[in-house]
């Protein structure tokens, strides 16, 4: 039980990964699919810090009466992979707008009924 | 000095020259300084591969740090031979890209098709050269955006929703690589390839170590198209410009080869891939589905950029196949062809894009009696075609010969049949086309009078990777002497 509640971020991982990659698969709409990707994306976000984390460790910042800190490479990482998403996001939602533009709609299925119909 | 830095340079130059370009703003500066900055690349990475062959691997140290703790490049004789293909194939496509980009992108818009390019051909070359795990992370990413922008910019409206798949399969795909490379870190504490070969044997009984195995292949498989990961190619190649695709197609794939055989057999190793994981059967399981299901798909489109996107997913099956097999011929064959396939793909959908202005379609039935109209530009496709099938004399037969070679040496003679199935199945869509632009009489609505052959900018390039099909196909020592030395060294037999 103490390693269950112990491990409880990775459960909180788990659960954002799973629920946002769910988003992305069974939603039509495709902002709520770029939301459901950053989800996605900031679950792993929140592995690498806490893998990162050294238990009774203070933040990687030099001062006078710790000796303990927490690795920083994972957080340096991260804040790369966060630009990424960031990234990521802003090029999804640009395009979401451009098909809005051209199709006059969001929802999947109405995209794939007017492309058939062409 | 300046030779030691080669391998930042590399990557360094076309960096900084996607924002000068974006500064640029007018199409013909643009053009000629992404022109510019391929050729340099293209001279960096012969210089690269002749250091490479003749003196030994190259070890590059990002701003001092010592690795593992700083960043590495790392250029050995794999990623050299790659290095020269993707940087060879966009110092042939830029300067092609002129006539095509005015027409399918507009003079408004194409300085940021420059800009797009050049960051897709930074990532490119910076997950070649990087030896450093989260570093081919980044770079993956930089060239996966700037190829979802490039498959935007088509024509047609549905190059939007082409671009929106791919970018939310290959975020997916890249955000999985992300998750295998935190397990590497958890369960060795190092991001260099070159260390994480070192360490991960002695953690091969962790669940994490095979979990990030899993993950890893799984989202490599996303953005190399391994067979049901493959959905969003064929939607991106048939609506992205052409000069976007016949880049993409010979590139972005093959570099995801690269890193899938090198993680495979390198970073993991032979032990673990392919002694602990089940890694080779699933290869080869999905190899063979995708060389017959996507060649049957391919025969029933009638778009011809869609037929050849299909045809991609197949003939990657073909490289897979070749890696899969794990043996030292089955390896040459899979790094010939990664060769060979980015030559005649970048030559057909060069070819389409150079009938794509004059006919102003993508149908084949439009294409009747084209041959008559555009004799260079056909007889292009249907060299690159012969390429495609595997005749002899040009590129496609080396690769097949090795992987029969290969197949056989194993016992394997379904499998030999098998590729041989697969060259008919290819034969039979390449004679579509040639049945459709040859003997097929113009279709009576349609004047072709008017349709004249492609300018000498599109022509040139296009036949430049036409004669390198039969250039490699008659004289493949090169092709096929460094492959076999890159996959001695990835056997761990010594180059």
Redesign the interface.
Known sequence: MSTFLGLYNYWIVVLLMMGG?YV?IAQGN?IK?VVG?NI??TS?FI??IS?GKVHGATAPIIARGYHLYTNP??SV?IL??IV?GV??TA??SA??V??YE??GTMEEDE?HDQ?KSL | MTFHNLPALQVVIPLISAPLCFLLRRATPAWLLSVAVSWICLAISVLLLRHVLGVGPISYHMGGWMPPWGIEYRVDLLNAFVLVLVSGIGAVVLPYARRSVLFEVGNRRAYLFYTAFLLCLTGLLGMTTTGDA?NV??FL?ISS?AS??LI?MGRD??A??A??QY??MG??G??FI??AI?FM??STGTLNMADLARRLPEVMQMRTVQVAFAFFTVGIGLKLAMFPLHLWLPNAYTYAPSAATSFLASTSTKVAIYLLLRFAYDVFGMPFSFHAMPFGPILLALSSIAILFASVGAIFQNNIKRMFAYSSVAQIGYITLGIGMATATGLTAGILHLFNHALMKGALFLAIGCIVPRLNSMQLADMAGLGRRMPWTMAAIVIAGFSLVGMPLTVGFISKWYLVMAALQKGWWWLALLILVGSLLALIYVWRVIEAAYLREPNPGRDLTAIREAPLSMLVPTWILVLANIWFGINPHLTVGTAGRAAAMLMGLGS
Do not use: C, N
Request: hydrophobic share 60%; no cysteine; proline share 2%.
């Open positions: 990659f992305v495709l699919k990707l996605f994306q792993v592995l690498y893998m490479i994972p990482l790369t992979a990424v990234a990521t090029v999804g395009l979401v451009r098909i051209a199709y995209i492309d | 989260f992370f980044v990413e955006l979802y922008i935007s409206r549905r939007l929703t671009s929106f970018l939310v975020t997916i890249g955000t992300l998750i935190g870190y958890i």
